[in-house]
Every structure is written in C-alpha cells, then in structure tokens.
C-alpha cells in the first residue's frame, strides 16, 4: 500500500511521508536498501552510550548531579537537532546523532539514579524500582495511530 502524496494519519501535514510508517521520513532515500546486518551495525552503536556508564558516573560523583542530568538533557537534544538537520545529507550524520543520543541518555539515567539514591538509602531499591517503572511506562507511552 503506497502513501505517495498522502499524509499518513499520525505524521505531521509539512513532513514528507514516506512508504512505510516505521521509517521517519527525515532518513536518506537509500535506507531502504540496506540489508540486515547494514541496520544491525546501527544498534551497536548504541552501545558505546552503555560502555560510558562509569565515567559517566565518576563525573557525577566529581560534580552536582542535576548538572549531569543537565549535560545529558543537552546532549540528547544536540543529537536530535543533528538528526533533523543532515540525516537527509549524510548517513554519518545518524551516526553521530545515536552515539550523542545514548550518550545523553546514559548520563540522564546515571544522574537521575545518583540523586534518587540519596533522597533515602534504606529505600534504595524500591525508589531505583519505581524510578525505572515510570521511566518505562513513559517510554512507550506514545500517540498510537488511529
């Protein structure tokens, strides 16, 4: 089913709409050939952000945590302002834009942790359990298409 020329229900009426619903249409126009391994590479730079967590959080413990979490809110949308600025260039771009982004996200997650554990160490845990299950729960909380 081809949506040329029509907006899909849930995009924007000023984006360009592309075949496929899952594909954001600021990609490049050739994304469509690259095979398993070519999309696979992409969710392993996702893991340089994971392999940051404890310089991450030695920078935490050397600074105020609501500044990490400031630096990674920072990063995430310079990585977002980079994606929608030259995704449609060049592939490096979105490169870049997924390492910044976990990067970001990473040391959000590690500030935000830090200073969620020193409001009661007892309760450690359960505020750490509660903490994650909102951040899920908003995760995938997003506009379902009608």
């Not at 924007?12 to 592309?18: A, D, I, K």
């Not at 509660?130 to 009608?146: K, N």
């Amino acid at each position: 089913m081809s949506t040329a020329g029509r907006p899909l229900p849930f995009s924007s009426p000023n984006l360009p709409t592309s075949d496929s619903p899952f594909i954001p249409p600021f990609t490049p126009a050739d994304i469509r050939s690259y095979n398993s391994l070519h999309i696979g590479l992409f969710g392993l730079l996702g893991i340089i952000g994971a392999l940051l967590a404890p310089q991450w959080g030695r920078l935490v413990d050397r600074v105020v945590p609501w500044l990490g979490q400031l630096l990674g809110l920072c990063t995430s949308l310079t990585s977002m302002i980079i994606a929608l600025a030259a995704a449609q260039v060049n592939i490096g771009a979105i490169c870049v834009s997924i390492v910044l982004y976990d990067m970001g996200q990473q040391l959000c997650q590690v500030s935000s942790s830090y200073r969620i554990a020193g409001i009661d160490p007892k309760a450690r845990a359960r505020l750490n359990g509660c903490y994650l299950l909102c951040v899920f729960a908003g995760q995938v909380s997003v506009p379902l298409p009608r």
